[in-house]
């Protein structure tokens, strides 16, 4: 089959490589009809997760139809079309029966590396380095699909793949983004980051009843999007404006809220010293962030109120502002996206007409033109939000 293959910084090439197999009895082999790249495969693309071999399949977000199964999997047949969630859950585990799906206890099979790094194991995760298992990805013709019983929604209506290719990573994330911030009425939300993670996350903080939203980027392209498609009431260009002085001015003096990181290690931008100090360390692999974006959310964020962090971070950070979090009473909240807890309620929500996840597609290729498509997002040419690839 034809695959996306991470061959080493900047560099995705699309290989010939030997067709997935079945290994396990609660394995699924799914064709893949639709598959998308996401920002955190940029995190792999620019080499600032470690742990990623050359020839290693990308991708984590992807539907398609059930090929092949495993014995033991009862809930699907061949020829179901489902989308799949990228974390990898084992449905049984202490972490599963608290729907934490992404922090599963029996889905990484290299948990060593996790718990070195991170104390604990987390999930496995398709196409996303050996420290999450060393799962090959979705930007595929086909991939092998663990735990088949668990993870992946089986689609019964005919709705078209772009309205439901999203439920397996960026919607749920957003969604979460915007739960986590426990809003009630009145409140603002200042969301920094206005990719495809971020207009889910303006979207779902509407949807859960934010009086308004506030995104924050660089491009305005993205902002448009933001204010015109996914409902922000104001939009904050960081390259002109004063985000902090900005955000006091909309909410009385007090802050948001709460504020939602989109944006995640590899933040642009910041001022100054601390900013140059960042890029140096990051750089040279001292610190694995450049968490320009959090710092200022945290800053930002109203007294008592709720920090939310989807943006990925990979390690540790300096001059964490925990000073600010403490004596401001901040909550942080944080995660990989638990998908398989939303899939059912999103697709409700979908199927009703309330969210049309589409209208961040910018760009779709065929899979063999994977390679421009990372670079033209990386760089976000072509006013590129997201995009999804047909293999
Ligand atoms: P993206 O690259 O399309 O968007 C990131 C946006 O952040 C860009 O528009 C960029 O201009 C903006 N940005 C950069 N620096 C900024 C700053 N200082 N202030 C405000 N905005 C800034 O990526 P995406 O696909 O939308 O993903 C966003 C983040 O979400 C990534 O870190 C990704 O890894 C993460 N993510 C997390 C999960 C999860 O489960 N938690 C799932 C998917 C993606
Ligand atoms: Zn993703
Ligand atoms: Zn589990």
């Known amino acids: 089959m034809r695959a996306n293959c991470w061959t080493g910084r900047n560099s995705v090439e699309v290989r010939t490589v030997p067709d997935p197999k079945i290994l396990n009895s609660r394995d699924a082999i799914v064709r893949i009809s639709s598959t998308a790249i996401c920002g955190s495969d940029l995190h792999l693309y620019d080499g600032y997760i470690p742990t990623m071999r050359r020839g290693d399949i990308l991708g984590h977000e992807f539907m398609g139809e059930v090929v092949e199964l495993g014995h033991d999997v009862y809930n699907l047949q061949v020829g179901d079309r ?127 009843g934010a009086e308004k939203v506030i995104a924050i980027d660089r491009f305005n392209y993205r902002l448009r999007m933001a204010s015109e498609r996914a409902g922000a009431a104001h939009t904050l260009n960081y390259e002109h404006e004063d985000i902090h002085q900005a955000l006091l001015e909309l909410t009385g003096g007090r802050g948001p809220d709460a504020c939602i990181d989109a944006v995640g290690m590899e933040a642009h931008h910041g001022t100054g010293l601390i900013h140059a100090y960042d890029r140096i360390k990051q750089a040279t692999r001292a610190e694995t962030e450049r968490p320009h974006a959090l710092r200022q959310a945290i800053r930002s964020c109203r007294s008592g109120g709720v920090v939310s962090v989807i943006g990925v971070y990979g390690g540790l950070m300096d001059k964490f502002p925990i000073g600010t979090v403490m004596n401001r009473g901040l909550s942080i909240r944080s995660g990989q996206c638990h998908v398989q807890r939303y899939l059912r309620p999103l697709m409700a929500r979908i199927e009703a007409g309330e969210i049309d996840p589409s209208f961040v597609i910018t760009h779709r290729l065929p899979l063999d033109e994977a390679p421009a498509g990372y670079e033209t997002f990386k760089h976000k040419r072509d006013d590129c939000v997201k995009v999804v690839l047909s293999p």
């Open 82 to 208: 489902v989308v799949v969630p990228f974390p990898i859950a084992c449905g049984a585990c202490n972490a599963c029966n608290r729907q934490q799906f992404s922090v599963c206890e029996n889905s990484n099979p290299n948990a060593g590396l996790a718990e070195a790094m991170f104390g604990q194991p987390t999930a496995g995760i398709y196409g996303y380095s050996h420290l999450t298992g060393g799962f090959a990805g979705g930007q595929a013709q086909y991939a092998r699909v663990p735990f088949a019983d668990v993870g992946p929604l089986k689609i019964e209506s005919d709705v078209p793949d772009e309205r439901v290719l999203f439920l397996s990573d960026i919607l749920p994330t957003g969604y979460m983004g915007a739960e986590m911030c426990d809003i009630s009425p009145g409140d603002v939300v200042a969301v920094w980051g206005a990719g495809s993670v971020g207009q889910f996350a303006i979207a779902s903080a509407l949807l859960l």
